[in-house]
């Protein structure tokens, strides 16, 4: 009701650029993951029955990825990244790692003054994690080969970005015929950070208050590995 009445009085007193104050002052974006899904899936709908591999970062973007794929008629598939949390406080991204070893550090990384032992020892913990999902993930889904298809990385959000531009530059390494990255929301200074990286960006959202992604979620859940487990095992 707050958003509306912001929405009329905005209109009535002649202002054109409504929708970026509406999201400023929005607390939900989307009801949950099925809903940004089924709007990425509506910008997304060119691609349908063109052969297209749909990647989930595991695990949150996975139900999504499952919903984008079904709209689309397109390959799913996981995309392994693990993020790298602040050895103070494991939700704050310092970086990502690649199921390949490849390490993204975030540019501010030397004024939060993280050690590189500490930095190895992370990455190290999280290259196990992407061990065993792969071992679990595996018998389900066998790798898809990105080479020469339109490949279209998924996730929930960016926040730093940083698993995301692990993603594009592990994908990228595959040698996909068109990269693609597609997100409901994104904080403007990690949606630049992308954009150098794929060849086409598909963001629905880009509010100026960004501070965590679950924020513009009405119903932000935890997705277990039970779930991601049975989305690939159909």
Known sequence: MA????S????????????ALLIMFATYLFIDRNDAAEQLAQRLLPYRDQNVLVLAIPRGAVPMAKVIADRLN?????VLIRKLGAPYNPEFAIGAVAEDGWVYLSPNINALHVSQDQIEQIR?????????RRERYTPLKPPADPNGRTVIVVDDGLATGATMI???????EKKPGKLICAIPVAAADSLE???????EVVCLEVPLNFQAVGQFY????????SEVEAILAE
């Open 124 to 132: 190290d913990a999280q290259l196990k994690t992407i061990r065993q």
């Open 8 to 19: 009329d009085i905005l209109v009535n007193i002649g202002l054109c650029q409504t929708r």
């Open 3 to 6: 958003v509306k009445l912001l």
């Open 218 to 225: 009405e119903h932000f859940t935890q997705v277990e590995d």
């Open 193 to 199: 950070k992308v954009s150098a990286l794929a060849d």
């Open 74 to 78: 397109a390959e799913l598939d996981v």
């Open 166 to 172: 692990a993603a594009l530059h592990a994908v990228r």
